[in-house]
Structure formats: C-alpha cells, structure tokens
C-alpha cells in the first residue's frame, strides 16, 4: 500500500529547525518536502520598555505570548533577571504557542481552541475582565497592534517585551526554483504573511510558477495579502505536521 502523500511535493517556509521536524513527519507520509527558509529568528538587545516590563514581572497580571518564539526567548530573558513569578498567568495565541509553554511547565495555558489569532484569544473569557490589570506582552520586533488597543480599550495597561527580530534569510533558491519549474512542486505551507511575501519575494520571477500550486497556511488571514495571489488557491490546515499532512492529502483529492 502506497503512503498517502505519496507524489505529492511541498515547500515549507518556516525556520529550518522547525522545518527539520516537520520534513520528517511528512516524508513519513510519502511527501517530497523541499525546504526554502523565508524567515529566520535573530536575538536583540532590550529595549528600555522591555527591560523595564520584564523587572516589574512580579506586579502583572497575565503574560501574553504571540508565538513559540516569544516563548522561547521571552522566559528566557525573564529567567535571566530571577523566578518566574507564581502568580503570573500565561496565555497564548495558537496551539503551538501552548504547546510551548506547556513544555516549559505552565500546566495552565489560556488559549483558544478553534482558532489561532488575536481575535480569538481576545474573545475568551479571562480576556473580558482586564480593567485595572498590569499585562506584558512577548512578541518580536515590530508586529499588529491588535492585542495592546483592544486590551487597553478594556482598561488594562499594556507593555511589550520584544525579545527577537523577523528577518529574511539568504538562502539558495536553486533547488526550490528548478523543482516549481519540473512540476514537482504542489503545495507551499507559510505560518505568516511576512514569511510568505519573503518566500515569493526570493523566488523571483519563479512566483509565475505558483499558478498551478496551492498554498497551505494555518488561518486564512496569511492569506490575505497580495503574494497570496500567485497561488492556484488556497487551503486553511489545521493544527501542526498532522493537520498539515491531512490538507496535502486533501490536494490528491481534489486534483
């Protein structure tokens, strides 16, 4: 009996650390996978609000991080100036951001279950009664404004800690551009709309081959942006390598 994935090629976007561990769970499955890194996780030195959100850790209310990254190096610049606070509630925006703190022994993790946005973090419960409270939020340099003006709207001072930077590595295009002209490429999966406007960006004039090929994202705002526009269409997984792999199944089906 043959794999599931089988014939069917895929470019995954994310950091190669990431990407190594994925590429082996659908290689599994019978999947090509061809790796092209649009985005690389860099550190930064603190900035003054960082530096002065993560000395007051003890006096907030809920830490709230927008990625596994932020979880990353967030705790760890934390734990840099002492303990972890007790009391200090944590939340996360997606299951792998969960996952990650979980992993890092929080056994209590806010987190939305269906989806894997802002929206949806915000529309749970304990983000409804933020009036008076103190909340830090982990996150890279730069990013949405989402969480800090619906928070603060609902009376919660907010402060951020960037802990990283997004940047667009250089990387060899070749292997990914030569296999998008053979025809062996028929899906590429992106967790961000930055890492997808770098991928299209970096394959240059090969973008015209993404007319035939589908684009896998995790929510449908990736999505949203004009390099999504190359794709043949677009189809939403769900989480992590497994919902992945079920969305490239799906592709079998309906081509």
């Not at 994935?5 to 950091?15: C, K, Q, S």
């Amino acid at each position: 009996m043959s794999a599931r994935l089988e014939g069917i090629g895929v470019v995954l976007t994310r950091p190669r650390g990431a990407a190594e561990r994925t590429r082996a769970e659908l290689a599994r499955e019978g999947a090509r996978v061809f790796l092209l890194p649009a985005l690389e996780i860099e550190d930064i030195a603190p900035s003054g609000e960082t530096a002065a959100a993560l000395a007051r850790l003890d006096r907030i209310a809920l830490a709230i991080f927008v990625s596994a990254n932020a979880v990353d190096k967030g705790l760890a610049a934390a734990r840099r100036l002492g303990a972890w606070p007790r009391a200090l509630a944590v939340a996360a925006i997606g299951e792998a951001t969960a996952d990650a703190l979980r992993n890092s022994g929080f056994a209590a993790v806010i987190s939305p279950r269906e989806r894997h946005d802002s929206d949806a973090l915000l529309a749970l419960a304990p983000m409804q009664s933020v009036n008076g409270k103190d909340i830090i939020v982990f996150r890279g340099e730069g990013g949405r404004e989402r969480l800090r003006e619906v928070l603060e709207a609902r009376g919660a001072r907010v402060a951020y800690a960037e802990v990283y930077r997004r940047v667009r590595p250089h990387a060899d295009v070749a292997p990914v551009a030569e296999a998008l002209a053979r025809g062996e490429v028929h899906a590429v999966n992106a967790l961000s709309a930055e890492t997808l406007d770098n991928f299209v960006d970096m394959i240059g004039a090969g973008a015209a081959r993404l007319a035939s090929v589908a684009l896998v994202v995790p929510h449908a705002a990736i999505a949203s942006g004009e390099s999504a526009r190359h794709f043949a269409r677009t189809v939403v997984s769900a989480h992590g390598a497994a919902g992945l792999a079920d969305a490239l199944a799906g592709l079998r089906v309906t081509t």
